[in-house]
């Protein structure tokens, strides 16, 4: 079962953190992959934040087809960030060319609205996917202003020390981590959590049995991001973007709809009838578990939610200004061990735990009592 | 040399022509007369024979012959009299001496035409053989990576939604203070959506089924609601409803048929504002599975009192509903006036959607309705549906099969996103070899919302004796020898309306558990699987390419 290791923090700090929590939840995951997701970043990127930052892995020759794209579209390249590889045993060879490029809008798009900036960046890096997925020259994981995302085969701590990430300079005030244990699919990148569009992003444990209604509901959107599925993941992150960005519901809605209440515990919340509806018209996108799903919204919040049955219990904890959100308690110790653990919080079925930015204040939204 | 009177068998049929051979035990048979007078065909009669005895008695064989006059129990071979095979004789007989034997050889249908009248009958579809929905598996069992569920211990919610679903875009919601709430400033139409148990029992009329029957599955559906709280519906067929029902409380379990014949439909129109409660739904019958392309058909031997009154009709007629409705001539007219004519009846506050029959056009009626925002689903009824009262070429050999037809409209809405929104119901074969609860898993991971039965409860709740083998399947005549489909008070009166609701409460309890053993090894609880399909294999590469579902063996 995969491992899950989510820090929000008011100040920057290094993606090392999560890898170290990993590593101490390393009887959960067979070390067949890492993912990181970093927003709100520092570092390098600091002073680069309205800029799209696009990261992805890529061959020679992808190098060249993404550039060429790149340019045609009206991109400008600022600045290039790459890990400094290092060969570490037991790791598979390193490919050509890891990289966040950061890019200036087209000038057409300068002014445009937010709304309109994400869709033109969705829409670029679902072409450079398709460009490069046949042939594996062309990974792309994000693109997005003040987002980096890494992700390779092999053990965390070891794919850390390939990035060189121990001693490097990137840090960010949210990382998720993601340890893989491959179950089902085959090892792939497209496969590894976190996933990530337009702004919201989420990693989940355990498998989802209603994968294949959930993934027709969502390619019935025609929305062009709802693509890949190469892990039955990747409908939570989809559900997130459109309940939150297309439905633009309150993000509490998200249990909501994947973890409906009973008719007899719908007619207690004060939203009722609006609820009925809504559990009607998302049917399809009840996950029915067994899972714990950790997320983040474009704004900074972070969030974890359980599914019904409760089968993957996750726990939050921490301090004011840093909190982790993680899927075994011993993860918790190391990303901050001085914490109060009395405190700790072990989100129960109906339960929504809720970082705000900037890991100011923890709520633990209640889907009864909303 | 034998007078050629005698030899002029020819145009005889023999026993090894007719479909079941009576077979008489002369050692057990104590000729009481019960089996000959129970026979709702008068295929077996008493008879008088005589016989030759060669005996011989003493220390040294002396044979004589002699003459003796013997009682027997003799099956004609007249046609219009063959052996239905329902065995009403064995069921009284009280030495076990006569019980029919299926003739696998018969040349029945060489010769059930006299008169130049296609052979008629009730029943299924005589196809004994596996249907396709036997033969899914359900193959994608949670493990250790997704623990399966307990069907004991965790909390299932085994319901589905009837009504047309607005898309989550098209919700008149606002947002007040952090919270979603409805707003009606726009005046945007809600429809209405009913949650019910995902069987239910599908349309058959009390003309069809006699009183004690009709009202024995009415009493189980009310019970089911009202004491187990399993919301199961039911269907009434066209034909009208009693009048006290339609006025009371548990109308809301029932869903009203209209179809060609609109037979019923004065009472129900005029009962209207007398009602307490809207039904459940309306169907609008446009095709039966069991015999496409056909209209209804109440014999005129069933037609008597309480019907005729019913139905607005004189006693004693043949009551034919068209095989269309004679006054629409196009789909728009047929369905999308027809739909609003009955939403506006009840001030749109019931779901109406229309039955079809399965067939390869499916799909353009399918589509029709998914731009129709008032049809409320589709009911799909497969070529294994059965029927009162219809030709024998239609039963056999008319229609399309379920699993395909409702698998390719599944996919057609997915394609267009709109699975949700109109939810479609599958009929016919359902528990044809009594798998009901598997039989509608499978469907439901095929694409179905809901699933229709119809010969399953009969054959479970009131021993109907009809199978694929042509065995009885006379419900067509008013002979129905279990008292289930007459309306002969001498036969109905066999039939106990509280025996028939127990069994029906029985077989919707059963199942909802079972449908739970179903659904919590493949790691679902709360919401139904429907087009679950990577659950589902099959061992049959075509079959599975065709259902878009994995082959396995």
Known sequence: MCRLAAITSHDYFSPMENILALETMKEGHDGSGLGLTLKDLGGPFEKMKGYPVLSGICSKKGAKMLDDYMEKAGFKLIDIWAPKIKAVKGMLAARDHYFARVYDYPASYKHKPVRERDDLLMNIRIALRKMGESDESIFVFSFYPDVLTLKEVGDPLQVAEFFGLDKDTLKAKVIFAQGRQNTNYAIYLYACHPFFIQGYCSMTNGENTAFVPIREYLTGRHFPGYIGYNSDSEVFTHILHYTSRQLGFPLTYYKDVITPLKESEIEGREDRESLKLIKQSLRPLCIDGPNVVIGFTPDGTCFMVHDAKKLRPGVVGGLKGKYALMSEECGLDSAIPKRDKTQDIFPMKHDMVIIRPKAEEVTVWNQLHN | ?553
């Open chain 2, 1 to 553: 040399m034998e007078p050629a009177t005698q030899l002029d068998y020819n145009h005889q049929l023999s026993l090894r022509e007719l479909p079941y051979i009576i077979r008489w035990r002369d050692d057990r048979c104590k000729r009481c007369g019960s089996c000959t007078a129970v026979c709702p065909v008068k295929a077996i009669e008493p008879a008088v024979k005589v016989q030759r005895v060669v005996q011989s008695e003493g220390p040294v064989p002396t044979p004589t012959a002699s003459r003796k006059i013997v009682h027997v129990v003799e099956q004609v071979t007249d046609i219009e009299r063959y052996c239905t095979g329902c065995g009403t004789c064995t069921l009284v007989c009280p030495n076990e001496a006569i019980e029919p034997e299926y003739n696998p050889q018969n040349k029945f249908l060489h010769f059930k035409n006299r008169g130049g009248e296609g052979y008629k009958r009730g029943g299924r579809r005589n196809d004994p053989s596996v249907s396709t929905l036997d033969r899914l598996k359900f193959t994608r069992i949670s493990m250790l990576t997704d623990p399966a569920l307990d069907a004991g211990r965790h909390e299932f919610r085994v319901r589905t939604l009837l009504g047309r679903i607005l898309p989550a875009d098209e919700l008149p919601l606002k947002k007040v203070n952090g919270n979603l709430v409805v707003t009606h400033e726009n005046g945007k139409f809600i429809p209405p959506v009913r949650e019910i148990f995902p069987i239910m029992i599908g349309s058959m009329s009390i003309g069809a089924l006699s009183p004690p029957m009709w009202e024995g599955l009415a009493m189980g559906v009310t019970y089911l609601n009202e004491v187990e709280g399993l919301p199961v519906v039911m269907a009434t067929g066209e034909g009208g409803v009693p009048p006290r029902l339609l006025k009371s409380k548990y109308l809301k379990y029932f869903i009203l048929q209209i179809a060609s014949g609109y037979f019923g439909w004065d009472e129900i129109i005029h009962s209207i504002p007398h009602m307490v409660e809207d039904p459940a739904a309306i169907e609008i019958k446009y095709g039966q599975g069991a015999k496409p392309g056909d209209g209804g058909l109440l014999m005129a031997q069933k037609v008597l009192k309480l019907i005729a009154s019913i139905r607005g009709v004189p006693q004693f007629v043949d009551l034919a509903s068209p095989p269309t409705h004679q006054t629409k001539y196009s789909i728009e007219e047929a369905v999308a006036k027809m739909i609003q004519s009955m939403s506006m009846a009840w001030g749109f506050r019931v779901p109406v959607y229309p039955k079809i029959s399965g067939t390869k056009t499916a799909r353009a009626v399918l589509n029709n309705l998914a731009r129709n925002p008032y049809a409320a689903a589709l009911s799909i009824d497969g070529e294994d549906g059965g029927t009162g009262a219809a030709y024998n070429v239609s039963l056999d050999k008319m229609g399309h099969p379920i699993a395909s037809n409702i698998r390719e409209c599944y996919l057609d809405l997915v394609k267009q996103g709109k699975q949700n929104e109109l939810p479609l119901i599958a009929a016919g074969g359902v528990g044809k070899k009594g798998n009901l609860a598997a039989n509608a898993a499978a469907l439901i991971m095929l694409g179905a919302s809901v699933v229709s039965i119809g010969k399953y409860i009969m054959q479970a709740t009131a021993n109907c004796l009809g199978d694929e083998f042509n065995r009885c399947n006379l419900c067509n005549t008013g002979k129905c020898p279990r008292g289930i489909t007459t309306q002969d008070p001498k036969l109905y009166r066999r039939l106990d309306s509280d025996k028939v609701a127990e069994r029906v409460v029985e077989v919707f309890k059963s199942s909802n558990v079972e449908l739970k053993k179903i659904f919590a090894p493949m790691g679902r609880s709360t919401e139904l699987p429907i087009g679950m399909s990577d659950g589902l294999s099959i061992d049959d590469k075509a079959m599975a390419e065709r259902l878009e579902i994995s082959y396995a063996c």
